[in-house]
């Protein structure tokens, strides 16, 4: 599946409910951030459109972790400048065989602008 696919089929999920879902460790309350498969010295945020797609990696090294939900209109304000500060990539609808599409933060937050609804 291309980059622009994996973003459609995300956005044509995320649209309805304006919600992102991520992982979360129940004690730590941190979220799972991995190093990019693609580029060098990048970390990746996956995020999926969905609480059950994500909820299906909350297994082995992920099981203390729950999916947690995000609102887009929380991603904007809280999420997009601290991951830009630290320069993350984000990690769209990973699954487990497939080639994992890692897409740039701002061309996530361009695409989400045009599907928020206020």
Request: charged content about 25%.
């Amino acid at each position: 599946m291309s980059h622009s696919q994996s973003l459609t089929l995300f956005l044509n999920d995320v649209k309805p409910t304006q919600m992102l879902w991520a992982l979360q460790d129940k004690n730590s309350e941190d979220w799972v951030v991995l190093d990019s498969l693609q580029f060098e010295e990048t970390e990746v945020m996956p995020l999926w459109s969905t609480q059950a797609l994500a909820q299906a990696h909350c297994i082995e090294e992920w099981k203390e972790y729950v999916a947690t939900e995000i609102s887009v209109a929380d991603w904007f304000e809280f999420w997009v400048d601290d991951l830009v500060a630290d320069n993350v990539v984000i990690g769209l609808n990973w699954g487990d065989n497939e080639e994992d599409t890692e897409i740039d933060l701002a061309e996530l937050t361009q695409a989400l602008t045009e599907i928020e609804t206020l």
